[in-house]
């Protein structure tokens, strides 16, 4: 057994170390700076209570992006400094956010204890590279993302930091499943590296009925395709899709993780998934073979995803309305029936009018998954969304990419199970239309403005915010652009007061009401490395059985032209 000395090593603070709502992000050419990630894993220990650090376990695993695996190998030296006892490392330092979340949760050591919490890597859905971003992020003993009660003590530590603790061992081997043992001050450190998706798949066969799915994917008229765009997602879908499911190996594209996402941009939307949204018929190019009846896509880290069907894009905003529609016939988990939903401020309200047809506790919350942790902890919510390609349950604490996808093939075996051996299969079209000619059709679009300079965005939403005071001046503006715009009956900055433990989230976007249950909405949003992005989001209401098949674009244009 090896053995090493805890050593305190002085550093000073470095500036801008705030965690935002989705951790600390920023190129990787500023966390490879001396000192820089570790002064903000010391502060993250010194943020946390005692007993979560000391003698405790904790995991340490990301989305195997660049820089990824040093990173692993400072933390584990690190927790061993901090006293931590144990550390559980996905194989190759590979682990979803959603399988990180449900390691937290789910997975019992030899000894029978669970981890207390996580260090997350990963930068979500943007590049990874040498010259691309880095990120990191802890998430708590429930799973889910610190609360800004932490996030705040980081960024208070990181301003005032003067050393860290570490301890001088060899690297671990990650890329072995083995416990190796040391010695540190005593006593005896352990670093558990096991397989990345064992625990994840237990987790999905306890909510799905994997056989029930199986029967639709061995259909001859059911054609399937999943895109890890080169992310960890890679490290579940042949697992699941293939070995549990029977899908052909063909199905899978990009699915080897990569360091650089292949190069690509790992955000699972109509303009970044390029080969999946061509073999799904959506492309510039026609395609000469008939596209598969399903496809989806992850980021990079797992947690968000896209659905499409032949020819035909889901909209994140309804994904989440036709799960929750049809989660308690189609989905085992959920078949007591569900305690609640919830969507971000800005995802549309699709989902709200499923919750009022169906009786559910409806619950419209600041963007940030943290919130909808709350409500799960509280069990007052079931299913949730947000409209950055972002689905999940209470099964875990984060956001689901691979859950998503399963709940859309599990609706489909439910809306196919007497029609598998008939001439035609209900189609992914075919439960959107359906699911519109029930509730209604919000249309939808955002438009992203990134890189913008941070003293011109914040002078731009304080305007808007004083426009706010005069709906008379507001309407006098719409109108005269556009006169067949319903009117603003109302406007505000949101602001959540949270039921479970009654925090205030202000400053949350800016948002225009229409009388005809139309919306903008003007928000900050702080998931890029660098500079501001404005984010405008478009909404319009439409009950009417003849107008909800109109496309997006001649439907929002009124809108789009007064924003």
């Not at 690190?78 to 194989?91: C, Y």
């Not at 309407?475 to 005269?480: A, D, E, R, S, W």
């Amino acid at each position: 057994m090896q053995s090493g000395q805890v050593k305190r090593v002085e550093t000073t603070p470095f500036e801008g170390q705030k965690p935002g709502t989705s951790g600390l992000r920023k190129k990787v050419k500023v966390f490879t700076q001396p000192h820089y990630l570790q002064n903000f894993v010391q502060s993250t220990f010194n943020a946390l209570p005692a007993d979560k650090v000391k003698g405790a376990r904790i995991v340490v695993s990301g989305d195997g992006r660049y820089y990824s695996k040093e990173a692993i190998q400072i933390i584990i030296k690190m927790a061993a400094g901090n006293g931590v006892r144990s550390v559980w490392v996905g194989q190759n330092g590979l682990l979803s956010t959603p399988a990180v979340s449900a390691v937290v949760r789910e997975r019992v050591g030899a000894d029978g204890s669970k981890a207390s919490g996580a260090f997350i890597l990963t930068a979500s859905h943007n590049p990874g590279g040498p010259n691309e971003d880095f990120g990191i992020k802890y998430n708590m003993e429930n799973g889910g993302p610190a609360p800004e009660s932490i996030t705040d003590k980081i960024y208070e530590n990181t301003t005032k930091i003067k050393e860290y603790l570490t301890v001088e061992l060899p690297d671990v081997d990650i890329a072995k499943v083995g416990v190796t043992t040391f010695s540190v001050d005593g006593g005896t450190f352990d670093v558990d590296v096991f397989d990345s998706a064992s625990d994840y798949v237990k987790l999905m066969k306890s909510i799905f009925d994997f056989e029930f799915i199986r029967k639709l994917l061995s259909s001859p008229k059911f054609t399937f395709c999943y895109d890890a765009l080169h992310g960890v997602a890679g490290a579940y879908a042949k697992r699941i899709f293939v070995e549990e499911l029977g899908a052909k190996e063909s199905s899978l594209l990009n699915c080897v993780p990569k360091e650089d996402f292949g190069g690509g941009h790992p955000d699972p939307n109509l303009t970044y998934a390029k080969e999946l949204v061509a073999r799904m018929g959506l492309g510039k190019s026609t395609t000469q073979d008939e596209p598969p009846e399903f496809g989806a896509a992850a980021d990079g880290d797992a947690d968000r995803n896209m659905i499409l069907g032949k020819r035909f894009f889901v909209t994140p905003s309804d994904s989440v309305a036709i799960i929750a529609a049809n989660a308690v016939e189609a989905i085992p988990y959920f078949s007591a029936g569900l305690k609640g939903v919830a969507r971000s401020m800005p995802t549309s309200a699709a989902l709200d009018v499923v919750a009022q047809h169906l009786n559910l506790k409806f619950f419209e919350v600041p963007t940030g998954w943290k919130f909808f942790g709350n409500l799960m902890d509280a069990g007052l919510c079931s299913v949730c969304g947000e409209e950055s390609f972002g689905t999940g349950s209470d099964h875990i604490r984060e956001k689901d990419g691979i859950w998503a996808v399963l709940a859309w093939l599990s609706i489909l075996a439910y809306k196919n199970k007497e029609n598998l051996g008939g001439e035609k299969l209900v189609s992914v079209e075919d439960i959107v239309r359906q699911h519109w000619a029930t509730f209604g059709r919000h249309y939808y679009t955002r438009y992203d403005y990134e890189n913008v300079d941070a003293g011109a965005a914040k002078e731009l939403m304080a305007s808007l915010v004083k426009l706010q005071s005069s709906l008379s001046e507001v309407n006098q503006i719409v109108k005269g652009i556009r006169s067949d715009v319903s009117s603003v009956v109302n406007a505000d900055e949101f602001e959540y007061k949270d039921p479970v433990d009654g925090s205030i989230s202000k400053h949350q976007g800016i948002r225009y009401l229409f009388e005809d249950g139309s919306r903008l909405v003007f928000r900050l949003s702080g998931t890029g490395s660098e500079g501001a992005t404005i984010r405008l989001y478009i909404e319009q209401y439409e009950k009417d059985p003849s107008k909800i098949g109109r496309e997006s674009q001649e439907a929002l244009g009124p809108l789009v032209s007064c924003s």
